[in-house]
């Protein structure tokens, strides 16, 4: 965990409503897939956690919906803004449990952890296939960069691209000997309840600090209170209680 | 900051056994622990075991919990409830006890004056304020419990005003808080009657936020014209 000055060099609309930006600075804290950043806003007291899409070692790259005040400024920063940043938060995906096929599996705005994460896997050799879910085509982005790593279905729910339905619609057809995910909770559920295999999931509870200290994202698993933020936010599927 | 994550820990057993063993690894002065109870009888005993910890410096009782005997009334509402805990604590400990208070009362004052009169070592102040938020777009509170305790820079000036009243009522050190998050904000709080100072909030949003005060301190004494801390304790009134 680290704080420090980043730049944003890229902060430009994939879909209406959802960005991505590049914030240029020191990665080096960042040791896992699935970590994410916590940002501090001028005006705003507690930071915005979001989730690293990407990183090299000078930038990191994330991807964000405008829901609220927050995110909503964060959209209108200009290239050149500097942002106080905490970096390496989180415990991120265990990629040791996968297996030669993992299952990738994000919905909305837990579709970007899964890149970095789909990259490592494929240095490591596996054959991952993602799941990516929309509620609408006009939704859709990251396609092209996932299709350019791996074999990537796309689900809406309206049926206007790809398979119509939910990412569990698509879980049925695919051999998978593991399974990642990030996305709204009732997803999250849902694939917990239909999976084939074990997996890990990413809960993006509401949180304070980010870091470990308020206990805001404590929640109950089968091996006691874990802090979301500090512990998580990855969970093992059987740790899980729903 | 609106929080409602209550009195999360381990309990007095774990406290003692694993946490402060923790703390020592990593901060060898004493700690001052911070005590809460829903009875007198949890205050008593929590006190009575924490005072047998060499590790403990200070025991700070927070009396901003509902009393499950009394229809769930915070202690620190009532100055009679008030000076129950403290007296009750007072006869099972031998360490500095400072009572800390909650600030959603009319009259701080008789609250801080009941403690004392009991034996209070010290006082401190402020709790967090009730406070809530509504989501506009779901219309409904943001927080699950619908109100929260509210900390955080925005309460500052209540949290200080409150450590001036009571500076003028009483004889007994305070420990000022509220809204603390940068160094000029420590030097107001001394001023208005603060022996000591403490952070919440700020640490959450800057993990480093004491530790950046700290090492700015002499800068401010210097801007100030101050040379010893202890002469700017009450130097507004
Ligand atoms: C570990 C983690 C990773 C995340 N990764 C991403 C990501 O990669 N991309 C992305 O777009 N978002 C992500 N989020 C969610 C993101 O943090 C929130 O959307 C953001 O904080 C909202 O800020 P705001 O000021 O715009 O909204 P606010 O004005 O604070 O709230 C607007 C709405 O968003 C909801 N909200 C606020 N905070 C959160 C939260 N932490 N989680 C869920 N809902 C929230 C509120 O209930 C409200 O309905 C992540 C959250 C966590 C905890
Ligand atoms: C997440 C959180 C948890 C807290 N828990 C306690 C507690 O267990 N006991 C207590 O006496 N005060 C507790 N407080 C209150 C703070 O100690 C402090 O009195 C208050 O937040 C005002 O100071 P601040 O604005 O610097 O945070 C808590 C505050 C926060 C934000
Ligand atoms: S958000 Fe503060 S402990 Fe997790």
Redesign the pocket.
């Known amino acids: 965990m680290k704080t420090g000055i980043y730049t944003v060099t890229e902060n430009k609309p994939l879909t209406k409503g959802v960005y991505r930006m590049v914030l240029e600075g020191d990665t080096s804290h960042i040791t896992a897939s699935g970590q994410f950043v916590n940002i501090k806003l001028e005006g705003r007291f507690l930071r915005r956690?979001i989730s690293v899409y990407d990183y090299s070692e000078s930038a990191v790259t994330i991807i964000y919906k405008v829901v609220g005040d927050g995110t909503e400024q964060m959209s209108n920063m200009p290239v050149g803004t500097k942002l106080d940043v905490m970096t390496g938060l989180g415990n991120g995906y265990d990629l040791s449990k996968s297996g030669d096929k993992p299952l990738l599996i994000g919905g909305g705005v837990g579709v970007p952890p899964m890149y970095n994460l789909c990259k490592r896997l494929i240095a490591e050799g596996k054959k991952p296939t993602m799941i990516m879910g929309f509620n609408t085509k006009d939704e859709i982005f990251c396609l092209e960069e996932f299709s350019a790593l791996c074999p990537t279905v796309v689900t809406t729910v309206d049926g206007s691209f790809g398979i119509k339905g939910f990412v569990t619609d698509a879980m049925k057809d695919i051999d998978y000997t593991y399974y990642y995910t990030c996305g709204p909770e009732p997803m999250l559920k849902a694939i917990n309840a239909a999976a084939a295999a074990q997996g890990q999931l990413s809960f993006e509870?509401r949180?304070?600090?980010?870091?470990?200290?308020?206990?805001?994202?404590?929640c109950k698993t089968k091996y006691g209170n874990k802090?979301?933020?500090?512990d998580g936010p990855v969970l093992e599927s059987e740790e899980v209680i729903w | 900051m609106i929080n409602s994550v209550g009195l999360q820990n381990p309990g007095i057993d774990k406290v003692i056994s694993e946490e402060l063993p923790k703390l020592k690894k990593c901060f060898n002065k004493p700690v001052i622990a911070n005590i809460s109870g829903f009875s007198i009888d949890e205050y008593t005993y929590c006190c009575e075991r924490i005072d047998k910890e060499e590790q403990v410096g200070i025991i700070e009782v927070n009396i901003s919990c509902p009393n499950v005997h009394n229809g769930g009334m915070a202690f620190g509402t009532d100055p009679k409830a008030a000076a129950e805990v403290t007296k009750a604590v007072k006869k099972v400990t031998t360490k500095p006890v400072y009572i800390k208070l909650s600030p959603n009362v009319t009259d701080i004052v008789s609250i801080a004056k009941a403690c004392e009169a009991e034996g209070a070592d010290g006082i401190s102040l402020i709790n967090t304020l009730m406070g809530m938020r509504i989501d506009k777009m779901r219309r409904r509170p943001v927080v699950a419990n619908k109100m929260g305790g509210f900390s955080g820079s925005a309460i500052f000036p209540v949290a200080l005003r409150m450590v001036y009243q009571v500076y003028e009522a009483v004889k007994i050190p305070i420990i000022g808080m509220g809204g603390v998050s940068k160094v000029e904000d420590v030097f107001e709080m001394m001023l208005a009657g603060a022996t000591a100072v403490q952070v919440g909030a700020a640490n959450?949003v800057d993990p480093y936020a004491c530790k950046t005060m700290v090492e700015e301190l002499p800068k401010v004494m210097e801007k100030y014209k101050v040379n010893n801390l202890k002469d700017i304790i009450g130097g507004a009134h």
């Open positions: 956690p509870e949180m304070g600090c980010g870091f470990g200290a308020c206990m805001g994202c404590s802090r979301i933020c500090k | 959450l």
